[in-house]
């Protein structure tokens, strides 16, 4: 399946924003998030109490599109207080990379938790693990934790950016859960120590068999179309998309970014080798 432009701007919300214009753009940026929040529904499924969990990424401390953008912590953190919620933003960078709150600084993520009022850790081995059962997880050597936290939390929040990836093609909504599970797991040989091309996408689809997101979101306001997921694995390319994604079908969500993103990276990146709900991670959700 593919969209063209006209069928996006039916579930995208888009605006016609410069981001050069910084506080302006924040704004409009702020108001596409929760635009395209309320179109997937709203956050009406939140009760005064609840525990939600914001998953953000957090791969590197690069900026946003790199990770996600600070803007969308302060507008869905104010928004699930106003609405009585306790707010807990967290993730963990790469599994060779023991400086997630170093990186939550550099990003500015911790900068806009702190800013909205809500706890902002990194899953890190300070925090409580709990062990998944393995017949869960039938692509990973075990033993696979995940943080406490989350799994008891009430939600949970998928807060993706939109770019590409040189082995899976895209990081989005789904590949993100990867950043919850502990380090010392992902490093484990036969894990995400080598990436497998191919094992990876039913690694990240029995990540979900465990979890599933409340809600996610994919913001590509601004897309990292080449050279992605960091800084360092290419040279990157960043358009102004203007366009952020809502959904509570974390496939679907996933299906119309790689559509966005196609619509904007060269034609030499991973991300056209497949339609959209041909590709790999997608393939491997179907089965979930």
């Given at each position: 399946?593919?969209f063209?432009?006209?069928?996006?701007?039916?579930?995208?919300?888009?605006t016609?924003?410069?981001?050069s214009?910084?506080?302006?753009?924040?704004?409009?940026?702020?108001?596409?998030?929760?635009?395209?929040?309320?179109?997937?529904?709203?956050?009406?499924?939140?009760?005064?109490?609840?525990?939600?969990?914001?998953?953000?990424?957090?791969?590197?401390?690069?900026?946003?599109?790199?990770?996600?953008?600070?803007?969308?912590?302060?507008?869905?953190?104010?928004?699930?207080?106003?609405?009585?919620?306790?707010?807990?933003?967290?993730?963990?960078?790469?599994?060779?990379?023991?400086?997630?709150l170093?990186?939550?600084e550099?990003?500015?993520?911790?900068?806009?938790?702190?800013?909205?009022?809500?706890?902002?850790?990194?899953?890190?081995?300070?925090?409580?693990?709990?062990?998944?059962?393995?017949?869960?997880?039938?692509?990973?050597?075990?033993?696979?934790?995940?943080?406490?936290?989350?799994?008891?939390?009430?939600?949970?929040?998928?807060?993706?950016?939109?770019?590409?990836?040189?082995?899976?093609?895209?990081?989005?909504?789904?590949k993100?859960?990867?950043?919850?599970?502990?380090?010392?797991?992902?490093?484990?040989?036969?894990n995400?120590?080598?990436?497998?091309?191919?094992?990876?996408?039913?690694?990240?689809?029995?990540i979900?068999?465990?979890?599933?997101?409340?809600?996610?979101?994919?913001?590509?306001?601004?897309?990292?179309?080449?050279?992605?997921?960091?800084?360092?694995?290419?040279?990157?390319?960043?358009?102004d998309?203007?366009?952020?994604?809502?959904?509570?079908?974390?496939?679907?969500?996933?299906?119309?970014?790689?559509?966005?993103?196609?619509?904007?990276?060269?034609?030499?990146?991973?991300?056209?080798?497949?339609?959209?709900?041909?590709?790999?991670?997608?393939?491997?959700?179907?089965a979930?």
């Open positions: 399946m593919t063209t432009r006209r069928q996006l701007l039916g579930f995208l919300a888009v016609a924003c410069r981001p214009i910084s506080r302006a753009c924040g704004d409009a940026h702020a108001t596409a998030i929760m635009t395209a929040i309320d179109r997937a529904g709203g956050l009406g499924f939140v009760k005064r109490g609840d525990r939600i969990v914001l998953k953000v990424n957090t791969n590197s401390g690069d900026p946003y599109p790199f990770s996600t953008s600070p803007t969308a912590i302060r507008a869905v953190a104010s928004a699930l207080l106003a609405r009585g919620a306790k707010v807990l933003v967290g993730d963990r960078s790469f599994w060779g990379d023991d400086d997630t170093g990186n939550l550099a990003n500015g993520i911790a900068g806009a938790a702190r800013a909205a009022g809500v706890e902002v850790i990194a899953f890190d081995d300070t925090v409580a693990w709990q062990e998944v059962d393995p017949r869960l997880v039938p692509h990973w050597k075990p033993p696979v934790h995940l943080p406490r936290r989350v799994l008891e939390a009430d939600h949970v929040i998928n807060l993706a950016c939109a770019k590409t990836h040189f082995i899976t093609g895209v990081t989005l909504g789904l993100n859960l990867l950043g919850l599970v502990r380090a010392t797991d992902r490093a484990r040989p036969g995400l120590r080598t990436h497998h091309a191919e094992l990876i996408h039913h690694q990240i689809a029995d979900h068999r465990v979890l599933t997101p409340r809600l996610t979101v994919v913001d590509g306001y601004q897309a990292l179309v080449s050279g992605g997921p960091t800084r360092n694995d290419g040279t990157p390319t960043i358009v998309a203007r366009v952020v994604l809502a959904d509570v079908d974390r496939v679907a969500a996933d299906v119309k970014a790689i559509a966005l993103l196609q619509q904007h990276a060269p034609a030499s990146e991973a991300v056209h080798r497949t339609t959209p709900d041909a590709h790999p991670t997608i393939v491997a959700m179907r979930v």
